[in-house]
Antibody, heavy 119, light 107 residues
């Protein structure tokens, strides 16, 4: 059974940093690209960042480029999102999600971790 | 970026109704479009990918169609568990973008 378990969310002040983790199990982690998708309170879905199975290529939304870094450790089956220079508008539930094979759609999602940026 | 616009934003329907949700893209592309269902407090669930391919385990009352700039999600006979918010997502170009969502409510 595929499982994705996010952790690392919490309350952080504007300008601060936070690192999210996503522990994966139930599939060959290194074989699948992964992404982070966020959802601000009572708002829609926003793709944040993606990474290929090898970790060799990364992609970002313009809203986070230069502030967020996606990475993965295939030996630990874990996906990361390092977030810095956080802003109030980064407040959201952050989901890690697995790509459906070669399709850049998300067939499995974690339960989400809440990041709140506030003073 | 490709902008995705869903209509309607809210839809009131009854059990057994046929429901259609439309997603329009700001640029034309072939079939790299997906549909998701999200219930309150839960992660989204993939329903359809490549515009019309049904994800494994999804009931056949869900179907997708379209290409170019207009795509549709159809629920042939609405069931009680289908009341939720639905999102389209394009994956033709980075950044992947979602529609704003369509909430299907009980009439």
């Amino acid at each position: 059974e595929v499982q994705l378990l996010e952790s690392g969310g919490g309350l952080v002040q504007p300008g601060g940093s936070l690192t999210l983790s996503c522990a994966a199990s139930g599939f060959t982690f290194s074989g699948d690209g992964m992404s982070w998708v966020r959802q601000a309170p009572r708002k829609g879905l926003e793709w944040v960042s993606g990474i290929t199975g090898s970790g060799g290529s990364t992609y970002y939304a313009d809203s986070v480029k230069g502030r967020f870094t996606i990475s993965r450790d295939n030996s630990k089956n874990t996906l990361y999102l390092q977030m810095s220079s956080l802003r109030a508008e980064d407040t959201a539930i952050y989901y890690c999600a697995k790509y459906l094979g070669p399709h850049h759609v998300f067939d499995y999602w974690g339960q989400g971790t809440l990041v709140t940026v506030s003073s | 970026d490709i902008q995705m616009t869903q209509s309607p934003s809210t839809l009131s329907a009854s059990v057994g109704d046929r429901v259609t949700i439309t997603c329009r893209a700001s640029q034309s592309f072939t079939s790299w479009l997906a549909w998701y269902q999200q219930k309150p407090g839960k992660a989204p669930k993939l329903l359809i990918y490549r515009a019309s391919s049904l994800e494994s385990g999804v009931p056949s009352r869900f179907s997708g169609s379209g290409s170019g700039t207009e795509f549709t999600l159809t629920i042939s006979s609405l069931q009680p568990e289908d009341f939720a918010t639905y999102y389209c997502q394009q994956y033709n170009n980075y950044p992947w973008t979602f529609g704003q969502g369509t909430k299907v409510e009980i009439k």
